[in-house]
């Protein structure tokens, strides 16, 4: 598997230190707050596993799923829900998790949903930012590290649901995707 990474990004000790600042930034601006994680299926499986342990406050957790790349390396903005959430987010100080935004497409259609449905706030944590393959504007006010253009996969990450279980986060060689 790691013959297909051209170079790895981000180290497992990275990403731990970086997911560590980011807990203690949410718990400084959520204490006292009613906070409900929504971690994006499945990219952000990891992500939310150890961020929701870095986070030393009461919190809620729940899960969407949400697919627009399926096994292909481009969004086509078309977003298929998979799962929803299992209680209406009202009264909840949303903080979606979110592996990665690329293009923007999620994430807008995410936060759009859940103010709909009546969140109290909905704002975004995502590990990693990709911000040349934007095509929709979304911004994160938790962004883990920025990344550059290629397909990146690893730390939850997928190329045709391969990668997912690579602890660092890599750049994909462009002839796996046929670029
Ligand atoms: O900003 P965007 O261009 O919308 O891309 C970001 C989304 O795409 C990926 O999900 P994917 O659709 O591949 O589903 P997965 O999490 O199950 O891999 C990724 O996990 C993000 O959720
Ligand atoms: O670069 C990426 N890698 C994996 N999944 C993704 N979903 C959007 N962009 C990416
Ligand atoms: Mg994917």
């Known amino acids: 598997m790691t013959e297909d990474i051209e170079q790895v990004l981000f180290t497992e000790e990275q990403i731990a230190a970086r997911v560590a600042e980011l807990g203690a930034r949410i718990r400084a601006d959520y204490a006292n707050r009613n906070l409900l994680l929504v971690g994006t299926l499945k990219g952000a499986f990891l ?13 809620a957790v729940d899960f969407v799923s949400v697919s627009s790349y399926g096994d292909g390396v481009s ?71 920025t990344v550059p253009d290629g397909f990146v996969v690893g730390y939850g990450m997928d190329y045709a649901e391969k990668y997912r279980n690579l602890p660092f986060v890599g750049l994909l060689r462009p002839e796996i995707y046929g670029a």
């Not at 992500?47 to 919190?59: C, E, I, K, S």
């Not at 903005?77 to 909840?92: M, S």
């Open 75 to 145: 969004s086509n903005g078309a977003i298929e829900v998979r799962k929803d959430l299992d209680q209406p987010p009202e009264g909840f100080d949303v903080l979606i998790v979110e592996d990665i935004v690329d293009s923007g497409h999620t994430l807008a259609f995410l936060q759009d949903e859940l103010r709909a449905q009546h969140a109290a706030s909905v704002e975004i944590c995502t590990l990693f930012d990709k911000p040349s393959g934007r095509a929709v504007p979304v911004e994160p006010k938790y962004i883990g590290f």
């Open 47 to 59: 992500f939310v596993a150890d961020l929701a342990r870095a986070v030393d406050l009461p919190l």
